[in-house]
């Protein structure tokens, strides 16, 4: 089983904010990356370290941390923001990496 | 350009074995670590293998751990994944990944393969 859990499904309507969040004791202790994945394609990084997103990704995308979670925020979310999201972090050893359990965004 | 191809795919039977290969170019390759991620259908992300940008260091799932082994070949700018004593449950699209660092995020990923384990 994943030491990374998220909720399995959420949803958010047009226009709205929507936090997808990620727990594990590991996340007291290192950041969490976020991983969008759209049906049919690889994941793509949307968020990694405090909260520094890649060229390309919109900055309606956010990061942040608090104790054992890490959330990813949507603000104003898009039809094209429907997708599976994944968190990544490093396991309870801090010596390798594990994948949260994913979450489906669904955009109304 | 980025780009990351991985092939080496297809149908193999319970107990077989295959070597996927992931092809690199757009970055020097010799400076990045690479992964090795599944996903089984209809099922989430699953961390299998890393290493190093030297190949000094390498990482196993333990669901993979004494049958898949990682390599890097820097001076063809290919990573490697051979498996054997392949089970159903190794059925998946296998990603091809890159990160600055052995901890650092995933920036590129590849397509995928997918590798059917199946009588």
């Known amino acids: 089983s994943s030491e990374l859990t998220q909720d399995p499904a959420v949803s958010v309507a047009l226009g709205q904010t929507v936090r997808i969040t990620c727990q594990g004791d590991s996340l007291r202790s290192y950041y969490a990356s976020w991983y969008q994945q759209k049906p049919g394609q690889a994941p793509v990084l949307v968020i990694y370290g405090k909260n520094n997103r890649p060229s390309g990704i919109p900055d309606r995308f956010s990061g942040s941390s608090s104790g054992n979670t890490a959330s990813l925020t949507i603000t104003g979310a898009q039809a094209e923001d429907e997708a599976d999201y994944y968190c990544n972090s490093r396991d309870s050893s801090g010596n390798h990496r594990v994948f949260g359990t994913g979450t489906k965004v669904t955009v109304l | 350009e980025v780009q990351l191809v991985e092939s080496g795919g297809g149908l193999v039977q319970p107990g077989g074995s295959l070597r996927l290969s992931c092809s690199a170019s757009g970055f020097t390759f010799s400076s990045y670590a690479m992964h090795w991620v599944r996903q089984a259908p209809g099922k989430g992300l699953e961390y299998v293998s890393a290493?190093?940008?030297?190949?000094?260091?390498?990482y196993y799932a333990d669901s993979v751990k004494g049958r898949f082994t990682i390599s890097r070949d820097n001076s063809k700018n290919t990573l490697y994944l051979q498996m054997s004593s392949l089970r159903a449950e190794d059925t998946a699209v296998y990603y091809c990944?890159?990160?600055?660092?052995?901890?650092?995020?995933?920036?590129?990923w590849g397509q995928g393969t997918l590798v059917t384990v199946s009588s």
């Open positions: 990944i890159t990160s600055g660092s052995y901890y650092g995020p995933f920036d590129y």
């Open positions: 290493i190093s940008s030297n190949g000094g260091s390498t």
